[in-house]
């Protein structure tokens, strides 16, 4: 009778037993296995389970248990080697990677490889040892290797897994250039060259070796315009501000591109304030994709920003549609309620702009999200403070549970801008003037705090606050916007305005809103063509009422009334009840 070796099944049925229990069944077993072998005229195989190699296993199982990781490491790999077996030298990898001995790691996977060098496995655990270690060179043969375990269209898979073994390593520049020598041959191949370079070039994004990155992306677009891979590290770029990388994005867009590609260009587009190109990319998604439902929260989301409620109503109806029809075949998971949840806020925010405040709070009644409590109860104590019930809606927020430090700095944030909207800007001043003196470091209240001052005509307090914002955080953009505007719209220090709004303008240059107020400085310079083309984009990027009313107000001071008045009955059509757009009328004594 032979005794084929079944290591762990049999190691687990005996470790179960505590240590000295083991060990006197290992005894027995050396008797009863040695009796066995003598009477067997075939001589042992090297995979047979011996007496004396279940004894070598045991011991090297219970030193790698019991705190004496490097003996048992010893064993096992003896054991491997005599046996050949792959159980044994993967086993003696893992005793020495537990016990964080890198080089006796090392050690065990290049002796597996060596005795079994087509074992995948065996490769693959040498190659992420040597990642491990930082040997880098050492990995360019295991990697190699790595790659011609795949044939036909498992390559392709298999090259764009490869920046996936280098995720932990510190010198990504290092590794992007071991990842080209390891796939030079394939470099210039039509069908797994772009992929090649896509590798590449997500390595080189990952060191921000931006330029390197988009150099990868344009090599591998140039093998084969409709490769996806090329595009997305081109999206990725285009998003991490590289602004050529838009032409490969665009140029892969033409050729019957995946929609998910198209959908990221459409979430890079609004990381760059880009909200009217954006909605056209999502309207391309929802007519070739249209059950794809994040694609209809998104542009209806974007489409009420701009006011324009009817296509977001239609929107968002159709993305509530979906979801619904979903969650009746399948649970609805945590993202999926989220979504829901924003869609039935955007749903009571477009009740609300149509003046439909029944219809808003009937939205919100929908909403079964705890985790969204504070949001939704904000928004039904904004509606109660539109009816005149600014107290209760105070009340209402104020009663608001606090699971966390999150919730209370939410709920003085919706208190303020019920405040802020019902012009009750000194009781917003107090608010925050009590927020900031339990925490003094919060920028954001700093800054709500100084616009509550220049609504409440102390100037100079507002320039106080804004400066200690910066100081406090030198890239706050809009701090530098609030003061370079605030000095223009007085007509003061107008050199020292621009300076303020080009600062900000270095830290989110795509900004609509900053570029209105650089607009507004040219325009008090008596820069009046400067200030025209600025706006015309600013309002083009970003339909905003006040920024209408800005360009409407350069166009009347050029004489160009009846285009003046275009612009501002379209900031009328966004939002009717615009303070500095109504103003801007007032004084220029214009009825629309």
């Known amino acids: 009778m032979r005794y084929a070796l079944d290591y762990y099944g049999l190691m687990i049925r005996t470790l179960r037993s505590n240590a000295f229990a083991v060990?006197?069944?290992?005894?027995?077993?050396?008797?009863?296995l040695a009796q066995t072998a003598q009477s067997t005229s075939t001589p042992a195989a090297p995979s047979e389970l011996s007496a004396e190699l279940f004894y070598q296993l045991l011991l090297g199982e219970l030193n790698a248990i019991g705190g004496e990781p490097g003996v048992g490491f010893s064993l096992m790999l003896d054991a491997a080697r005599k046996t050949g077996d792959p159980q044994l030298y993967k086993r003696a990898t893992d005793i020495a990677l537990r016990g964080r001995s890198g080089e006796s790691a090392l050690q065990a996977a290049r002796a597996w490889r060596t005795a079994q060098p087509q074992s995948r496995e065996a490769n693959r655990y040498l190659l992420q040892i040597l990642i491990g270690l930082n040997r880098l060179p050492d990995a360019l043969d295991p990697l190699r290797r790595e790659l011609t375990f795949s044939t036909g269209d498992e390559r392709a898979a298999a090259i764009n897994g490869v920046p996936g073994f280098f995720a932990r390593t510190a010198d990504k520049q290092a590794a992007a250039k071991l990842v080209e020598q390891a796939l030079a041959e394939h470099l210039n191949d039509p069908t797994l060259g772009p992929v090649a370079w896509t590798s590449i070039g997500r390595l080189r994004l990952e060191a921000k070796e931006q330029d390197a990155a988009l150099a990868a992306a344009q090599r591998g677009q140039a093998l084969d315009p409709r490769s996806d891979g090329p595009a997305i590290l081109a999206t990725n770029l285009f998003g991490a501000g590289v602004a050529q990388a838009e032409e490969l994005v665009k140029r892969y867009l033409e050729n019957e591109p995946r929609f998910e590609v198209r959908m990221d260009y459409a979430r890079a587009l609004i990381g760059k304030q880009r909200y009217a190109e954006s909605v056209m990319q999502l309207g391309t998604v929802t007519r070739e994709k249209p059950d794809y439902a994040p694609a209809w929260l998104v542009k209806g989301t974007l489409e009420q920003q701009s006011r324009d409620l009817e296509a977001a109503q239609a929107s968002l109806t159709r993305f509530i549609a979906l979801q619904t029809e979903a969650s009746r075949t399948t649970a609805p998971s945590v993202e999926s309620t989220q979504s829901l949840t924003q869609a039935?806020?955007?749903m009571a925010e477009i009740a609300e702009q149509k003046k439909d405040l029944a219809g808003a709070q009937a939205w919100l009644a929908r909403i079964d999200n705890a985790e969204e409590m504070v949001s939704v109860q904000s928004r039904r104590a904004a509606i109660l403070a539109r009816q005149g019930n600014l107290e209760e809606a105070r009340a209402l927020i104020r009663a608001l549970p606090e699971q966390d430090p999150a919730d209370a700095r939410m709920k003085t944030s919706a208190e303020v801008q019920?405040?802020?909207?019902?012009?009750?800007?000194?009781?917003?001043?107090d608010v925050l003037t009590a927020a900031l003196a339990k925490d003094p470091k919060d920028l954001d209240f700093l800054y709500d705090k100084a616009m509550m001052a220049e609504k409440l005509g102390n100037m100079d307090e507002m320039e106080q606050l804004l400066r200690q914002a910066i100081?406090?955080?030198?890239d706050y953009h809009h701090a530098y916007n609030a003061l370079g505007y605030s000095l223009a719209d007085r007509n003061l220090r107008l050199p020292e305005a621009r300076q303020l709004i080009l600062k900000a303008l270095e830290f989110?240059?795509?900004?609509?809103?900053?570029?209105?107020?650089l607009a507004w400085v040219e325009f008090r310079s008596g820069n009046f063509p400067e200030a025209l083309r600025i706006l015309?984009?600013?309002?083009?990027?970003k339909p905003d009422?006040?920024?209408a009313a800005h360009l409407g107000e350069v166009l009347w001071t050029m004489g160009q009334h009846e285009e003046a008045k275009a612009v501002w009955r379209d900031g009328k059509a966004l939002n009717d009840s615009n303070e500095t757009l109504l103003e801007t009328l007032?004084?220029?004594?214009?009825n629309l």
């Open 586 to 590: 007032r004084r220029l004594r214009v």
């Open 471 to 474: 100081a406090a955080k030198p």
């Open 418 to 429: 019920i405040l802020r909207d019902n012009k009750q800007y000194k009781l917003a001043y």
């Open 344 to 346: 039935y806020l955007r």
């Open 536 to 541: 015309q984009k600013a309002f083009k990027d």
């Open 23 to 32: 060990l006197i069944a290992a005894m027995c077993a050396s008797a009863t």
């Open 545 to 547: 009422a006040e920024i």
């Open 508 to 517: 989110a240059p795509a900004d609509p809103f900053i570029s209105d107020s």
